[in-house]
């Protein structure tokens, strides 16, 4: 299993990304996904998770300004940030879960490797 995200990059504050991962591998079809973030120093933490089927969840702060969305023709999840906030500066990672139910970050699943988001103020 190979989870590839992009769409990192530099915006200012108020600005907005769009975060893509995409997946290989049959696990993107029965898995829930998520995208996670880690800022300097802080520790890992969950962002937003989707199921195959049922509701999104969001983290507190993000919520109202995050959307996360799955293709699954392309095997491909996203993350659309607006109204982004310096606060927001992380590594994404998104991640497949292996377990139903489990979505916390010290849950079993794959990860991919980070993409970097920095909001200037």
């Known amino acids: 299993v190979q989870l590839q995200a992009s769409g990192g990059g530099v915006v200012q504050t108020g600005g907005s990304l769009r975060l893509s991962c995409a997946a290989s591998?049959?696990?993107?079809?029965?898995?829930?996904m998520g995208w996670y973030r880690q800022a300097p120093g802080k520790q890992r933490e969950l962002v937003a998770t989707?199921?195959?089927?049922?509701?999104?969840n969001y983290a507190d702060s993000v919520k109202g300004r995050f959307t996360i969305s799955r293709d699954n023709a392309k095997n491909t999840i996203y993350l659309q940030m607006n109204n982004l906030k310096p606060e927001d500066t992380a590594t994404y990672y998104c991640r497949a879960a292996l377990r139903a139910g489990c979505s916390g970050v010290g849950c079993p699943g794959y990860w991919g490797q980070g993409t970097l988001v920095t909001v200037s103020s």
């Open positions: 989707i199921p195959t089927l049922g509701s999104t």
């Open positions: 591998g049959s696990i993107f079809s029965t898995n829930t």
